[in-house]
């Protein structure tokens, strides 16, 4: 059985009994709390009813079908275009690079003696292992130009404003580490050219101000560049910067869902009730528009104030309503 979901009711300045245009209006719709109730009786109401099928079983436990809603059919804000795929591209590419970089691992040695010849032999001998290998190396520099672009895009787009700060500063956290990635993965095939460049990678990193030297240190594992180096960036590689990245990804999921993205620059948001046209403000006119019992006095007469909400208003939030340019994705 399904339980009907609140549906929200537009006032009409003059039907408010269909008879009389004087009588009071009726209020719009149900109250956030309201809408809140009947989705977690809906909630409940579903859950008792998962334990019908293996698949509702499972949902029942984990909440599958309340991860898949929040993430795939959640409100975005209207003028929500291609440039908003970059994110989803670089994770593509991630996971792209976690499946491939599994099948490498299978024939690959990280020994200063056979990593070389493993690599070839993985290359030459094994079916489809140089498709492998070329996805997985033009995998990555292809993550380093989305995770650019992505940076890009939030950045122009003013994303990493409040309250998005964090996702923002996640976001640089993970961009360092695709870039570990790049290095660390770049030493493993132990020829001249991966050999010689890390060299000077290192160097470069021993150069860096204060914690610099420790770095290179770490890197290198020991005073020359030889076998320990291989196995530690192995491990950084195949182990500790994956896994950091995936944790990160999945925070920085959790804040775009929670949050919600913004809107394009150019997406103008709904005036909220009571502010000025922005007409009005720009001319510095200080009286206020009355668009309602909830209008204020006097707007200040710099336009502080209802910019900020507009801005917000012009944004998504799972838990809002939003303004009618919303469109679920
Ligand atoms: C592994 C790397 C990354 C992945 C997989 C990833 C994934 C995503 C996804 C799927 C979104 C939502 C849709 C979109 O706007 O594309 C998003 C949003 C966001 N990302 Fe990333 N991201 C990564 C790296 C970064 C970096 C390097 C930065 C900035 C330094 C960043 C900052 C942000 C911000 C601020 C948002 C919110 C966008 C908005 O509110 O419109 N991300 N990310």
New binding site residues.
């Given amino acids: 059985m399904k339980l009907p979901l609140p549906t929200r009711k537009k006032a009409s300045p003059v039907d408010g009994n269909g008879d009389d245009p004087a009588a009071p209006v009726e209020q719009a719709g149900p109250s956030k709390a309201e809408k809140r109730a009947a989705m977690k009786t809906a909630a409940i109401h579903h859950s008792a009813e998962g334990g019908a099928t293996a698949a509702g079983w499972v949902d029942q436990r984990v909440n599958a079908s309340g991860i898949y809603t929040a993430l795939l059919t959640r409100k975005v804000p209207k003028g929500t275009n291609w440039f908003?795929?970059?994110?989803?591209a670089?994770?593509f590419i991630?996971a792209m690079q976690a499946i491939t970089g599994v099948f490498l691992s299978m024939y690959y040695t990280p020994s200063a003696t056979q990593a070389y010849a493993s690599i070839a032999h993985l290359t030459n001998d094994v079916f489809m292992g140089e498709f492998v290998r070329g996805l997985h190396k033009w995998g990555a520099s292809l993550?380093i130009i989305l995770?650019f672009l992505?940076?890009a895009?939030?950045?122009f787009?003013g994303?990493?404003k409040y309250p998005?700060e964090l996702?923002?500063v996640?976001?640089?956290v993970?961009?360092i580490l695709?870039m570990v990635m790049g290095l660390t993965g770049y030493l493993l095939p132990f020829d001249q050219r991966s050999f010689w460049a890390t060299i000077v990678a290192n160097n470069i990193t021993a150069s860096g101000p204060v914690v610099g030297p420790y770095l290179a240190d770490f890197l290198r594992a020991g005073p020359d560049f030889s076998a320990t180096t291989l196995s530690r960036f192995y491990a950084l590689h195949m182990l500790a910067v994956p896994g950091l990245?995936g944790a990160?990804?999945g925070a920085?999921?959790f804040?775009?869902v929670k949050?919600?993205?913004?809107a394009p620059p150019w997406v103008r948001a709904a005036r909220p009730k009571g502010a000025r046209p922005t007409e009005m403000v720009a001319a510095g006119v200080p009286v206020a528009v009355s668009d309602g019992p909830d209008a204020p006095d006097a707007a200040p007469a710099n336009g502080a104030g209802p910019e900020g909400a507009a801005e917000e208003a012009g944004e998504s939030t799972p838990d809002d309503a939003g303004p009618d340019g919303e469109v679920s994705a």
């Fill in positions: 908003y795929t970059l994110g989803s670089t994770m991630f993550m995770i992505h940076m895009r939030t950045f787009f994303a990493y998005r996702n923002w996640i976001g640089v993970l961009i695709t990245i990160l990804i920085h999921l804040l775009v949050l919600g993205t913004t």
